[in-house]
């Protein structure tokens, strides 16, 4: 991986064109209802069906892992087709299956067991998305610009997740745990009207490859090609391996932070989402800061700097407790964790853009979603059963300790 140093105004704000100034609007419309919902599947199950900690990872763990082995077959799916009205698909599936949560609450009838299932179908269609809206993001944007788009991309992101917990958590405490679930499915509802107002020629559909000789492609074949072109690749490969394990070490203690901190520390739900929401501004702060980063330092020494910053911060976590102090604790130990990724993420994403053939980006991305959420969902797992046989503030501290370990999986040199 190369010390690619952008030039001629390519890393500045120049404006990207109409169609990508509605995609990104259609992102920012989602990403606004996701965050505004912040956790708010545990929330309900702990405020509203009274669950323990076991099952609130239950929830995480089995909607991730049934959703991306449902999306598994998704990757070969989208390749060869056209991607916008894939997306405008997804968002009008995800929005249906969110809407049934109040309708069941309001009858009276809400269970564990559909949230369980709204998860999986809401998970296998964010994979989906993704690997479409990144091979569409590649098609209509030249690489020089990626980054650029990226960047943005990152920061609208960071913005929602400082804006929407504290409101979805004042929803929560006015109008009922369910109120932001109806908000994220009206999001994806904006989102999809925003994929449509794009317009346009119609997308170049990437070239079939040729059938083997003898016959075509066999299906399982078709299955893991994402996985082959990642795991062939000797950069791609320990990038995968490292941003999968570290994304899977740190979203398996968040049911455990939650029930710690909702029940056993009697944080309100909107000190929670203010814990995780104003840290949310140093990702702002990353996201703005990668551009000139890599155009003084180069691609690979930002993405290796800033790759070991980022798991320096969860360890700090086993140090949580109740009141002030350990509000404080959280929002600093966020602070640092997310302000790295702020700058990692956009930049990563824009390599493996870049460095993936257009014909293999939806299944690319699609086997890098669907190992991440499958990680996560094991990971997620395995923190619930640990913290049931020890304590979760044991688990949270254990999970801490093993991703400083994850930055020997970084890639060592440039392509």
């Not at 056209?82 to 049934?100: E, F, H, N, W, Y």
């Not at 980022?310 to 130990?333: A, D, I, N, Q, S």
């Amino acid at each position: 991986m190369g010390d690619v140093r952008e030039k001629d105004g390519q890393l500045s704000g120049a404006s990207l064109g109409a169609p990508f100034r509605w995609l990104w609007a259609a992102y920012a419309s989602s990403l606004a209802g996701t965050w505004l919902a912040f956790d708010s599947f545990p929330l309900i199950a702990v405020l509203v069906l009274h669950v323990g900690p076991a099952q609130v990872s239950l929830l995480a763990a089995a909607g991730l892992a049934v959703g991306a082995v449902v999306a598994v077959p998704l990757g070969p799916w989208v390749e060869f087709r056209r991607k916008r009205p894939v997306m405008v698909a997804m968002d009008l599936v995800r929005c249906g299956a969110l809407l049934t949560v109040p309708a069941a609450y309001a009858l009276g009838v809400l269970s564990f067991g559909q949230l369980v299932v709204v998860a999986v179908v809401v998970a296998a269609a964010d994979i989906t998305f993704t690997a479409a809206s990144g091979s569409y993001l590649k098609g209509l944007l030249p690489p020089s610009q990626l980054l650029v788009a990226n960047s943005r991309f990152e920061s609208t992101m960071w913005t929602a997740s400082v804006v929407g917990p504290p409101l979805g958590g004042a929803a929560v405490g006015l109008l009922g745990p369910v109120t932001t679930v109806v908000a994220n499915a009206v999001s994806f509802l904006l989102s999809a009207a925003g994929l449509r107002a794009i317009g346009g020629p119609r997308e170049a559909l990437p070239v079939r490859e040729e059938p083997r000789a003898g016959g075509g492609r066999p299906r399982a074949g078709e299955l893991v090609e994402g996985w082959r072109f990642i795991l062939a690749d000797p950069v791609l490969r320990p990038l995968f391996l490292n941003t999968v394990l570290v994304s899977g070490l740190i979203m398996a203690t968040a049911p455990l932070v939650a029930v710690l901190m909702l029940g056993r520390f009697g944080f309100e739900p909107w000190q929670y989402a203010l814990a995780f929401a104003v840290p949310c501004t140093g990702g702002l702060l990353g996201s703005r800061l990668s551009r000139p980063l890599v155009a003084r330092y180069g691609r690979h020494r930002i993405m290796r700097t800033f790759g070991i910053l980022r798991v320096c911060w969860p360890v700090g976590m086993v140090f949580l407790h109740g009141g002030t102090t350990g509000l404080v604790l959280v929002m600093v130990v966020q602070f640092g964790l997310i302000t790295s990724m702020g700058v990692f993420n956009p930049v990563y994403a824009t390599y493996r853009l870049q460095h993936t053939p257009a014909d293999r980006v939806a299944r690319t991305l699609s086997a890098w979603s669907v190992s991440s959420k499958l990680t996560v969902a094991a990971l997620t797992a395995l923190w619930g059963l640990l913290a049931a046989l020890t304590t979760p503030l044991t688990a949270v501290g254990a999970a801490g300790v093993l991703i400083l370990a994850t930055p020997l999986l970084l890639p060592r040199t440039g392509d």
